[in-house]
């Protein structure tokens, strides 16, 4: 079992930066695959970034080199750090744990999830 909170969502303007954490809370100690997922209104949630226990990551194309995921396994708090944000990055996001083989921005594996922060960029 994992628990999972997010913080750091708010609204800045096109080009703007913004970082997420996502405290996580277990009594396993299972090798978790971490992702960071988004969902517009009236979309399906889609992943944006994830990173693997061993440090090996996956980006969403369209946040590739404005996106960066990173991991703090001492202080159990994952990270999203988004520079250059565009209208279309807005969202609820939530952070998703998994302990199962692989690590992929498909929604289908992760078992854990957080209740979401909301990202607004406006133009």
């Known amino acids: 079992q994992v628990q999972l909170v997010e913080s750091g969502g708010g609204s800045v303007e096109d080009g703007g930066s913004l970082r997420l954490s996502c405290e996580w809370t277990?009594?396993?100690?299972?090798?978790?695959?971490l992702g960071w997922f988004r969902q517009a209104p009236g979309k399906e949630r889609e992943g944006v970034a994830a990173?693997?226990?061993?440090?090996?990551?996956s980006y969403e194309n369209s946040v590739r080199g404005r996106f960066t995921i990173s991991r703090d396994n001492a202080k159990n708090t994952l990270y999203l750090q988004m520079n250059s944000l565009k209208p279309e990055d807005t969202g609820i996001y939530y952070c998703?744990?998994?302990?199962?083989?692989?690590?992929?921005?498909?929604?289908?594996?992760?078992?854990?999830w957080g209740q979401g922060t909301q990202v607004t960029v406006s133009s």
């Open positions: 998703a744990a998994h302990a199962h083989w692989g690590c992929s921005l498909a929604t289908g594996p992760y078992d854990y």
């Open positions: 277990t009594r396993t100690s299972s090798s978790y695959c």
């Open positions: 990173v693997d226990f061993d440090g090996s990551i």
